[in-house]
């Protein structure tokens, strides 16, 4: 790996200015040469979950714990089910008086087909600066970024003032059922006495201008209602008049909810998030027009564009089996997601745009999330990015997903999303996730494990 590297990474040049800017950075140097192999080591791992109980992470849990018994931390492998390997270890902090911090990562990845990447996504390789493969920014990055730091700190002897609680986790990408959910559910104690957690799809750079990058932490998500609807009719020959179809019944409702535009709820997040940003650009957030002042943030419009108001996709259709019968049952699934404090008013508005002939069933359902964006956790990301990055100036954000969040929040902790990164201006980091070509610049990386070397030091 390391021949692919820019030669200016040997470790060779550790008396950069950069590297020796504090002694925690610069014992943060190993890391940083640690953190890319670590990255590559995973990515080849695979560790697909293809839903519905179909997935395996224990060769990938396998090589987590090894990587922390390497330097003396003693993991323990859980399983909830054969192959679905989740790994939890604790490393002593400095200030037993101090709750611990949880830091959670899935080491599960969602399916990629071969054939349709440039580079193969299974095999970790280095091309043009970056690291390319499934999970690269979802989220064996911060998984290698985690295992790095904490390596170093381990093996240096430096101890956060915090304890730390390591949760690598199976089944996130089928909502933890698996992993994070049953580790919450049945093995609670591991996470009794953690206040705060960070974990993945937040402390990105969002560019600008050379002077100012802003970076998104995550402090709020939408709540997830996956839905099936069905509609019952009346069965008969194609030929025959109808009045009671179930197909033209569902396709009626269905339309209904898929053309819908909830109306626009700013959440203190969000709030928060606009008028940053509006500040960063120099537009007028123009409140009767929100669309446009997002469209002018480019790719990631399409994620905050949807943390403005509820919204709910028709996502699959299911009837019928013959072109000449009418089916005595129509289905339909919709993808809906709502605000935090949205959740009442989101099934007022669904089951108003459904109608009473319409059944409703949950087929996943989970809670939103929000949290503020103070207290000394968030001003230690704020100093660790500004201390890496002058031009950084860190904002609260809300994803329009969901992740393990959801799960480690229901034990009273506080959950950030805060995998810090560096990313190019150019880069679509947004339809990296689950998207084709995923891949994560080294120097990100590099970047991220000084981050959160620094963040750690301080929280
Ligand atoms: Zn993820």
């Avoid at 990629?112 to 990055?141: I, N, Y």
């Avoid at 956790?377 to 990015?385: I, T």
């Avoid at 500004?386 to 799960?407: F, H, N, Q, V, W």
């Amino acid at each position: 790996m390391a021949s692919n590297l820019p030669a200016s990474h040997d470790k060779q040049t550790s008396t950069s200015p950069q590297s020796v800017a504090d002694s925690v950075s610069a014992a943060g140097s190993t890391a940083q040469d640690e953190v890319i192999e670590l990255c590559h080591d995973l990515l080849r791992i695979d560790s697909v979950n293809r839903g519905n109980g179909d997935g395996n992470e224990r060769s990938a849990a396998e090589y987590v714990a090894a990587k922390l018994a390497e330097v003396g931390l003693e993991p323990t492998l859980l399983e909830s089910a054969p192959g679905r390997t989740s790994v939890i270890a604790r490393v002593e902090g400095s200030d037993p008086g101090r709750a611990p911090l949880l830091i959670h990562g899935h080491l599960d990845v969602v399916p990629a087909d071969p054939s349709d990447w440039r580079v193969h996504p299974f095999g970790g390789e280095v091309v043009d600066g970056s690291l390319w493969g499934r999970g690269a920014v979802d989220m064996k990055d911060m998984d290698a970024m985690t295992l790095a730091v904490v390596r170093d700190l381990v093996r240096s002897g430096r101890r956060p003032p915090r304890d730390l609680v390591l949760a690598f986790v199976a089944d996130e990408e089928a909502g933890g059922t698996l992993g994070a959910r049953w580790l919450v559910d049945n093995h609670p104690h591991l996470f009794a006495d953690c206040t705060e957690a960070i974990s993945e799809v937040g402390g990105f750079s969002y560019t600008v201008s050379d002077d100012l990058r802003l970076y998104l932490i995550e402090t709020a998500q939408k709540g997830i209602a996956w839905m099936k609807l069905t509609v019952a009719g009346r069965v008969g020959h194609g030929s025959m008049t109808n009045d009671d179809n179930a197909v033209t019944a569902l396709c009626e409702a269905v339309a209904r909810v898929g053309r819908h535009r909830f109306p626009v709820v700013l959440t203190p997040t969000v709030r928060v998030f606009l008028n940053s940003v509006g500040e960063a650009l120099g537009i007028d957030i123009d409140a009767d027009d929100l669309e446009t002042t997002i469209a002018k943030l480019g790719p990631i419009a399409r994620m905050i564009g949807a943390t403005i108001r509820n919204t709910a996709n028709p996502t699959q259709l299911d009837a019928g089996e013959k072109v000449n019968v009418i089916p005595g049952e129509a289905t339909a699934y919709v993808d809906g997601r709502f605000l935090p404090g949205q959740e009442e008013e989101f099934l007022r508005q669904i089951d108003e745009l459904i109608g009473p002939a319409v059944r409703r069933d949950w087929v996943v359902f989970d809670q939103a999330l929000e949290t503020g964006f103070d207290g000394p956790l968030v001003d230690a990301m704020a100093s660790a990015l500004k201390a890496e990055d002058p031009s950084a100036r860190a904002i609260p954000y809300m994803l329009s997903g969901g992740t393990d969040a959801k799960s480690f929040s229901r034990l009273g902790i506080r959950c950030f999303g805060f995998s810090p990164l560096l990313l190019p201006p150019d880069l679509d980091f947004s339809g990296m996730f689950h998207g084709v070509d995923e891949r994560v610049p080294v120097e990100s990386l590099r970047f991220g494990v000084r981050v959160l070397d620094r963040f750690l030091a301080a929280s």
